[in-house]
């Protein structure tokens, strides 16, 4: 059962253009990550946030982490092909170490 | 230094077949990670170490899936009786396993095939 849903699940999108990216739960998180994955490699960290209403900046990526602690967004301002992968967000059960994560948004940024 | 390596990269076996993947983690990493991840999905999570205990098993599937790490550093997740609906990816991550920013670091994951 996967407790933190993303949308939307495919994205594409031309160079230049600005998109949101969202994960959703009913569920309280002590912290939640954003990850990119390519093909062939393990997810890679872009962002940790803790606190609630909590905005990290990213170069063009900006995140944020919900007042509740139920949900992020991640926004990327004027995309670039090489921002093409697929987006994870990950939750952080009550500060047990155990991770959930996200069904994922595929990302395509065409030139 | 070295990131987190499995072996090996892919693995194909016939159904009913037993299977050992192995991982490498980030040397002087306390915690280690199995998760496992189908097509077109996230991440699901498997097994959680703590040193070389499991302090969190609730994501393995059922009694045919067991991990170990003997001496707080290699792990191996093995998998009895192979079936066909464990064909997935099986990715490896280490980590401090401190609270706060408990950055996981990812190996590139096993390719399992069931035929």
Do not use: M
Not at chain 1, 3 to 13: A, H, K, M, N, V
Not at chain 1, 66 to 79: P, Q, V, Y
Not at chain 2, 69 to 96: F, H, M, N
């Amino acid at each position: 059962t996967q407790l933190l849903e993303q949308s939307p699940q495919f994205l594409s999108i031309q160079e230049g253009e600005n998109l949101t990216v969202y994960c959703n739960s009913s569920s309280v998180f002590s912290s939640l990550q954003w990850y990119r994955q390519e093909p062939g490699e393990g997810p890679v960290l872009l962002v940790t946030v803790v606190t609630g209403g909590e905005v990290k900046k990213l170069k063009r990526l900006t995140f944020q982490f919900g007042d509740a602690r139920k949900d992020s967004s991640l926004h990327i301002t004027a995309a670039q092909t090489g921002d093409t992968g697929l987006y994870l967000c990950a939750g952080e059960w009550s500060g047990t170490y155990k991770y959930i994560f996200g069904t994922g948004t595929r990302l395509k940024v065409l030139a | 230094g070295a990131g987190v390596s499995q072996t090996p990269s892919n693995k194909v076996t016939e159904k009913g077949k037993y299977v050992e993947l192995r991982c490498d983690p980030i040397s002087g990493h306390t915690a280690l990670y199995w998760y496992r991840q189908s097509l077109g999905q996230g991440p699901e999570f498997l097994i959680y170490f703590q040193g070389t205990g499991a302090a969190d098993d609730s994501g393995l599937p059922n009694d045919r899936f067991f991990a170990v790490r003997p001496e707080g550093s290699v792990s191996t997740l093995k998998i009895q009786r192979t079936e066909r609906g464990d064909s997935a990816v099986y990715l490896c991550a280490s980590s401090w396993g401190s609270k706060g920013y408990n950055e996981q670091f990812f190996g590139p994951g096993t390719r399992l095939t069931v035929l």
